[in-house]
């Protein structure tokens, strides 16, 4: 699971519990090789935070969790996973989203911790999918959430589900099941249909001056395969490079350059804090930024910035 969360971790932490905190910070970004970045609790504005990360875990007293969160959280296609983890790392405790991410995320910090997760939704209980994490793995809407209880019900009931134009394990493809999860524009009165929107996606890529095409494709490619995306999914590159544009002919989607200074005036608070370097030349960042800029309204990033190699990088992101 937490190999899926590519817009990366964030980790708030108090003083007391830092060692817990670097602990799985450093396993993140090591072994699951996604980013994870730690904040201190008392220095973090949350709100900054909370929609910018596919996951939150707090390493402090669940109380001071719960206080936290509750003045941001709205509703469940919206707030991150949230999980909370003692400062001796004993217990794992999803508190919002756990059907989004949050208990499988507990189950595994709590493996590496030798702790224990404390999971209460039904359908992980009883090893079961649910609708929300299948939209989370697809990078899609769900258009009509009222159909969520329906299907994940008839799911826990062991009820056979069909999906419509997707395939997933253990749902038969087809739209003969009377409970349908579709990303087509398939309609029936008497059936049970949750629709997905599959979201556009634009990649943002930054490099040095020298640009290795080739290679920049390549981990393109392997990035998109990690995430389960295929290429078509794809409708913008974007860069200040004009070579990148190449990329874009061999995918066959729209080229978007632009110019340093439209770079150092985008503003985004979702973007990954500044290194050293990117201080010195005043720029936020480029890929990141490139991607979200191409994304259109409320864009957001779907794949946080990585490393190519020590010359380029690229960062996925999406909109409305």
Known sequence: MIENLWRGVAIIYTKTGE?????????????KEVPAISFTYSSTDLSYIWSCYDAIIFVMAIEGVVRSVCKLASSKDKDPPVIAVDDAGNFVTPILGGHWGANEIAKEISSILGGKPIITTASEIFGK???????????????NPEAIVK??????????????????QGMREGKDCKYIITTSNFQDPNKVVLKLRLLPLHVGIGSKREVDVNLIYSGL???????????????????????VGKIAEMLKVKFILYNLEEIRIFSNPCLTPQSEKLKEV??????????LMSSGLNPRLVLRKVKLSKSATIAIATGE
């Open 19 to 31: 060692e817990t905190a670097k602990k799985i910070e450093n396993w993140i970004e090591s072994e």
């Open 129 to 143: 999918d649910s609708v929300e994490s299948i939209a989370r793995r697809l990078i899609a809407k769900i258009v």
């Open 151 to 168: 299907i994940n019900s008839a799911i826990l009931r062991g009820e056979e589900i069909c999906t419509d134009g997707f395939s997933i």
């Open 221 to 243: 490619m392997e990035a998109l395969s990690k995430m389960n995306i295929e290429p078509s999914r794809i409708s913008s590159i974007s860069s200040v490079r004009e070579e």
């Open 282 to 291: 005043g720029v936020k960042g480029v890929a990141e930024v490139c991607a």
